[in-house]
């Protein structure tokens, strides 16, 4: 059983920047492509990127392209988010999750294993 274990949420200003990290166990981490959702109150979970097993292949949601990027360290076992240049709207719970085929892509049926999820809050 895959568990994902995702910390570095936090309040921040807007414009500012957070890095969330997500440590995957129980599954070799090279296996595993990975992904981050988010889901902000009253809305529905949405894409946010996604990595395939070696970091190969790379996607971003529209929203977040040339501000967010998405990177895996095989050593660690983990998964990292680093947003720059936030704003209010960035503002959810977002959720790292993972798939045992070579790239979940943007759709969350894609994967299997879902962590906890970590507050981020962007003030204006």
């Known amino acids: 059983q895959v568990q994902l274990a995702e910390s570095g949420g936090g309040l921040v200003q807007a414009g500012g920047s957070l890095r969330l990290s997500c440590e995957a166990s129980g599954r070799t981490f090279s296996t595993l492509s990975m992904g981050w959702f988010r889901q902000a109150p009253g809305k529905e979970r949405e894409f946010v990127a996604a990595i395939s097993w070696m970091g190969i292949d790379i996607d971003y949601a529209d929203s977040v392209k040339g501000r967010f990027t998405i990177s895996r360290d095989p050593a660690k076992n983990t998964v990292y988010l680093r947003m720059n240049s936030l704003k209010p709207e960035d503002t959810a719970v977002y959720y790292c999750?993972?798939?045992?085929?070579?790239?979940?892509?943007?759709?969350?049926?894609?994967?299997?294993?879902w962590g906890q999820g970590t507050q981020v809050t962007v003030s204006s």
């Open positions: 999750a993972a798939s045992p085929r070579y790239y979940g892509g943007s759709d969350s049926g894609g994967y299997d294993y």
